[in-house]
């Protein structure tokens, strides 16, 4: 006998070699199950790491599939969501494996799936092909050929929130490993869900509520204790033509004194504040609110912007409306008071001057009465003309007809000042379409600012230069209105805001800061608008432009 022969003798005799064939089947078994256990894990882990608002439930029940396959013979996994107090099927992998339709609502009535969720235990079933099906998911079952299917349920703060399908076409055995793990795999997935619904919630709330914030027409500013901006709508953006940058200073955005900041008022007394502001000749209201934290602690400001120019200009003109109307009232009546004694004079006095001689002394006594009478007489009809309140309707009309009712309204009480009317009218200017007594606003308006800013100068002659003429520009022709003072003028950080309702540089009972705001808005109505140009001390020139009748 060789030495080989011995060896193997001996191995037979010692039963080594069966060692060593137990040692590897057993090996194997465990590598198998580590194997397993480490697939689980993994499933477990990408769950958990995976599956967030990016990705889809079809996307995690794909990849949990392709895993699952590598460890268990599974041919399908499925779920169902409990939604309003109904269950309804969501998702479904392989997608060739659809039998009910997704969304189908299963019914409580002898549904196995039902079954685990009123139980809140998992549930292995085998299939029973050919025989009476006890369940409605049967026939789901027979027809796509699985055998054995076990399903999990959902569970999130003790309620079942949905149920886990795995069906294969092998009567699987699952020992309590394999359940113990599925039980861990889907309370995760609950867990997962649920938060990805709520996250959903979350970003659905905060979606509508930037929605809501851009689409407001008002401007709204967040910004932080020291005036920083942090977010704009898009009003505020169009407004104040913003363009994103690192950082933008809301006190330079308004070009505001920080020392009269709403923002340093805020921070300051924790209440909100109101301002009214002027920004490129616009009114705007201004309100502040803090933003407490749940310590009552300031954190941001809201600001809250709206343009109330149009508002204050209406408001204006309500007021100048209010005011004429006043005025036509009182002209009518003063016009019924007077016109019969006046008629009285006039008469009188033209029947005395037909038999007195122009060389008798009492001739000119005679004639001045009835010249103050006629005065008279022309201005009551001038103020009633101007005060008219009858609807305004536009026609053709002349701004030279609307300067001279004016002038016969104003005229000789500017000269009594010791001011130089200059009238320079066009007498071939067009016609233009629209309002006379409007019109002559803006005029009476323009004539007074000129009158009152000569009052407080003191230069050798006091002079208000009136002319009209007629322009081309832009293939279109323009009625111009030039008024102009050698006055005190204007300065220039005020230019920007004369036109603003109720600023004034006058002094109190001087104005209210109503006629150009007023004359402006007219101007507009009339497709037209006013241009100014002054200089401190030097006088200021207001040109009313309107386009002429075509």
């Not at 102009?484 to 540089?505: S, V």
Request: overall charge neutral.
């Amino acid at each position: 006998m060789n030495v080989r022969d011995r060896q193997q003798m001996i191995n037979l005799l010692t039963g080594v070699q069966s060692s060593k064939k137990s040692y590897y089947n057993e090996l194997r078994k465990t590598v198998i199950a580590l194997k397993k256990k480490n697939m689980q894990l993994e499933i477990i882990n990408d769950v958990t790491k995976s599956f967030n608002i990016d990705m889809s439930i079809d996307e995690m029940l794909q990849n949990v599939f392709d895993k699952l396959q590598t460890i268990l013979p599974i041919e399908r996994i499925s779920l169902s969501m409990c939604e309003n107090e109904k269950l309804v099927l969501t998702n479904v992998y392989p997608p060739h494996s659809l039998y009910f339709p997704i969304g189908f609502d299963f019914s409580k009535k002898r549904s196995l799936y039902w079954k685990v969720v009123e139980s809140l235990e998992k549930i292995f079933y085998q299939v029973n092909f050919g025989k009476e099906r006890s369940y409605i998911e049967d026939k789901v079952y027979e027809s796509l050929g699985i055998r054995s299917v076990l399903l999990v349920p959902l569970i999130r703060k003790g309620k079942v929130i949905g149920v886990l399908s795995i069906g294969s076409k092998q009567i699987m055995e699952y020992d309590e490993d394999d359940l113990a793990f599925f039980q861990q795999f889907c309370d995760q997935l609950a867990v997962c869900i649920e938060n990805a619904r709520l996250y959903n919630e979350v970003l659905t709330s905060k979606k509508e509520w930037e929605e809501t914030f851009r689409a407001v027409s008002e401007m709204i500013f967040v910004v932080d204790l020291k005036g920083n901006i942090l977010k704009y709508n898009d009003a505020a953006k169009e407004f104040f033509q913003l363009h994103q940058r690192e950082k933008q200073d809301f006190h330079q955005l308004l070009s505001m004194d920080i020392h009269h900041s709403p923002v340093l008022q805020i921070v300051q007394t924790k209440k909100p504040v109101y301002q009214e502001i002027h920004f490129q000749k616009r009114v705007c209201e201004l309100r502040g609110y803090p933003v407490l934290n749940e310590n009552e602690h300031i954190y941001a400001i809201i600001i809250y912007i709206n343009d109330i120019t149009e508002k204050r200009r209406i408001e204006a003109q309500l007021v100048q409306s209010g005011k004429l109307a006043a005025i036509g009232e009182m002209a009518a009546g003063i016009a019924h008071e007077l016109n019969n004694p006046l008629t009285a004079i006039l008469g009188n006095a033209q029947l005395l001057l037909r038999t007195a001689a122009k060389d008798d002394r009492s001739y000119k006594l005679l004639y001045d009465i009835y010249s103050c009478g006629r005065r008279c007489k022309t201005i009551i009809q001038n103020l009633l003309t101007f005060s008219r309140q009858d609807e305004y309707m536009f026609e053709d009309c002349s701004v030279n007809e609307a300067v001279e009712q004016v002038l016969g309204l104003i005229g000789d009480q500017i000269r009594k000042q010791n001011i130089i009317i200059r009238k320079k009218l066009d007498n071939s200017l067009e016609l233009v379409e629209g309002n006379i007594q409007q019109i002559g606003q803006i005029v009476l308006n323009l004539l007074i600012n000129a009158k009152d800013a000569l009052e407080e100068v003191d230069v050798p002659e006091k002079v208000i230069s009136i002319e009209t003429k007629s322009v081309a520009e832009e293939e279109k022709k323009w009625v111009l209105l030039t008024i102009q003072d050698n006055g005190k003028g204007i300065e220039e950080q005020y230019l920007q805001e004369i036109f603003n309702p109720f600023f004034t540089t006058k002094r109190p009972g001087k104005g209210t800061g109503l006629g150009l705001s007023v004359s402006l808005g007219i101007a507009q109505a009339h497709g037209g608008t006013i241009e100014v140009a002054s200089k401190p001390g030097k006088g200021s020139t207001f040109m009313l432009k309107l386009p002429a009748k075509q």
